[in-house]
């Protein structure tokens, strides 16, 4: 009695059987590109988008923190208020620093007016220190609510608008991101 499974395959089968197999390795490969590469690539530029406004919103609470502690000043006279002052300009340089440094670089340079508008506050800052400083509280109050406060209202404006427009940046990147995993 002659057994069938005996008798070598025909050519088709062969070529199904490598056919199929071929199908199969490729079906891997692709799913560990998927795997690896893609759905990680996609993770890391949704994080980058998500760190980008966070920076934004923070580098907007320092700002305001600031204007705050510059009123407390005014109000109380407290030297140690000062001090206050510039650890938040620091935090907030450093900061706006690395939101610049984490945008695409024809945008980073979208900060360069805003910067100039942070400055001119901080220059009316140094002026009501400077007033209060040498007792004139009058002086210092009036510039604290007079020219520091414009220069900060253009400031906060500039600042606001672009930390709006990197939230929107970074919503329709993640919006992209969630789109493509689907």
């Known amino acids: 009695m002659t057994s069938s499974f005996t008798a070598e395959p025909s050519p088709r089968r062969r070529r199904l059987v490598w ?8 079906a891997l490969l692709t799913s560990a590109v998927l795997a690896f590469y893609v759905l ?19 580098t907007e609470e320092l700002f305001v923190k ?14 140690a208020s000062l001090d206050e002052f ?6 907030f340089v450093t900061a706006v620093d690395g939101l610049r440094r984490s945008l695409p670089p024809d945008e980073g340079s ?13 220059s009316d800052h140094s002026k009501v220190v400077a007033a209060a400083r040498a007792g004139n509280h009058e002086e210092a109050v009036a510039l604290g609510l007079g020219q520091a406060k414009r220069s900060w209202v253009a400031a906060e404006t500039r ?3 672009l930390h ?19």
């Open 40 to 58: 990680p690539r996609e993770h890391r530029v949704s994080s980058a988008a998500i760190d980008r406004m966070e920076l934004a919103i923070h």
């Open 66 to 79: 600031q204007a705050a502690v510059q009123r407390e000043f005014l109000l109380t006279g407290d030297v």
């Open 19 to 26: 056919l199929m197999a071929s199908l199969s390795a490729l």
């Open 164 to 182: 709006e427009d990197v939230a929107a940046d970074a919503r329709r990147e993640l919006d992209t991101n969630a789109t493509r995993s689907t």
């Open 86 to 91: 510039d650890g938040l300009e620091r935090e």
């Open 159 to 161: 600042f606001h608008g």
């Open 110 to 122: 979208k900060y360069d007016t805003a910067i100039a508008a942070y400055e001119a506050f901080l």
